[in-house]
C-alpha cells in the first residue's frame, strides 16, 4: 500500500491539479504577455489573490507521463513507475547485484521512488544515484547529428537545482546515505563516479549524447540480468542512441515495451 500510495504522490494523481499561477514560468513566454502577467499578478497578490489559469491537463495524460507536469516530482507517470517497482524485486528475488542509478532526474521523483522501494523491501545495503546537471539539458554537441537543433537546453522547466531534489527527498523521508548525488555533466561526472555494479541503469535524459554517454560508460557495470530503462524511446534522437548502442555492441536481448515512450531490456 505504501508504495502504490508513493506512486500517488510522486505523480501528483492522488489530486485534481490544481490551477497554474499565471506567472509561473514566464520566461518562455513572449515579452508583452511577461509584462502584463507579471504586473497584473503582482498587483493582484498584494489582496491575497492568484491569476491563475487551467493547465488542461487530463487525469489519464498525468497518469501516462503524456505532457510535462506542473506540480508533480515525476513526469514519468505510472505505468514507468511500476516498471521500476518491477524491476526493483526482481533483482532483490533473483540477488542480482548492484546499486541503482537515473541519469536525468528532474524534480527526482522517480529516484525517490527508487529509494522507496527498497526501504518498504528493508533493503540498505544498495544505493540509489541521483545524476543531474541540476542545471538542465546540455546545449547540443555537434559530434552528434542527431541532437542538430535540439531545444531542451532552452526550457528554464527542466532546469531543478540539487537543492529543491534535496528536499524534495526530505519531504518523503527518504534522503539518507544511501541517496548519492551525482551533480554536474554525465560526461564529466559518469567516468569518476564512484560505482562498482549496477542492477538497474534507468536513462531520461531525452538527447542522443545524454543517452549514448550513460551508455558507453555505464552499461559494462551493469550486472547480467540487471535492467536497462530507457524513458525518452518515443524521441527519435534518443531511439537512435539506444539502437546504435546496441547495434554495436552487438545486444540481442529482446526490448520490451513498457509503455507508449518507456523500453527496457535485461542484460544477458
Ligand atoms: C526529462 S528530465 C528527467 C525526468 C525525470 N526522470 C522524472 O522522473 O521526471 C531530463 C533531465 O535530464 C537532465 N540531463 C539531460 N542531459 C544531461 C546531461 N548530459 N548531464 C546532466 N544532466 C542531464 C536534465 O537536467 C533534466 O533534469
Given at each position: 500500500m505504501y508504495i502504490a500510495l508513493m506512486k500517488k504522490a510522486v505523480t501528483y494523481t492522488l489530486y485534481p491539479e490544481p490551477p497554474v499561477p499565471i506567472d509561473r514560468n514566464l520566461a518562455v513566454k513572449p515579452p508583452y504577455f511577461r509584462f502584463v502577467a507579471s504586473v497584473v499578478s503582482r498587483a493582484l497578490r498584494r489582496f491575497d489573490y492568484v491569476l491563475a489559469r487551467d493547465a488542461h491537463q487530463s487525469e489519464e495524460d498525468r497518469y501516462n507521463g503524456r505532457v510535462w507536469a506542473v506540480y508533480a516530482h515525476t513526469m514519468i507517470g505510472v505505468p514507468r513507475l511500476d516498471n521500476i517497482q518491477h524491476a526493483i524485486e526482481t533483482v532483490i528475488e533473483e540477488g542480482i547485484e548492484g546499486d541503482l542509478i537515473e541519469t536525468g532526474v528532474w524534480r527526482g521523483g522517480a529516484t525517490i521512488f527508487m529509494r522507496a522501494v527498497l526501504k518498504a523491501h528493508g533493503v540498505n545495503d544498495r544505493r540509489v544515484f541521483v545524476a543531474d546537471s541540476f542545471d538542465g539539458l546540455p546545449e547540443p554537441d555537434p559530434?552528434?547529428?542527431?541532437?542538430?537543433?535540439?531545444?531542451?537546453?532552452?526550457?528554464?522547466?527542466?532546469?531543478?537545482?540539487?537543492?529543491?531534489?534535496?528536499?524534495?527527498?526530505?519531504?518523503?523521508?527518504?534522503?539518507?546515505?544511501?541517496?548519492?548525488?551525482?551533480?554536474?555533466?554525465?560526461?564529466?561526472?559518469?567516468?569518476?563516479?564512484?560505482?562498482?555494479?549496477?542492477?538497474?541503469?534507468?536513462?531520461?535524459g531525452d538527447m542522443y549524447g545524454s543517452t549514448i554517454e550513460v551508455l558507453n560508460t555505464l552499461y559494462p557495470k551493469l550486472s547480467s540480468g540487471g535492467f536497462c530503462i530507457i524513458d525518452d524511446y518515443a524521441l527519435s534522437a534518443c531511439q537512435r542512441a539506444v539502437d546504435d548502442f546496441r547495434r554495436q555492441q552487438g545486444i540481442v536481448d529482446e526490448m520490451h515495451q513498457t509503455d507508449w515512450t518507456g523500453r527496457f531490456w535485461r542484460k544477458g
Open positions: 559530434a552528434h547529428i542527431a541532437d542538430k537543433g535540439d531545444t531542451h537546453h532552452l526550457y528554464s522547466y527542466l532546469k531543478v537545482s540539487r537543492e529543491e531534489v534535496e528536499d524534495n527527498f526530505r519531504k518523503y523521508a527518504l534522503l539518507d546515505d544511501k541517496v548519492v548525488f551525482l551533480d554536474g555533466w554525465f560526461k564529466d561526472t559518469l567516468p569518476i563516479a564512484p560505482i562498482d555494479k549496477l542492477s538497474v541503469l534507468r536513462l531520461d
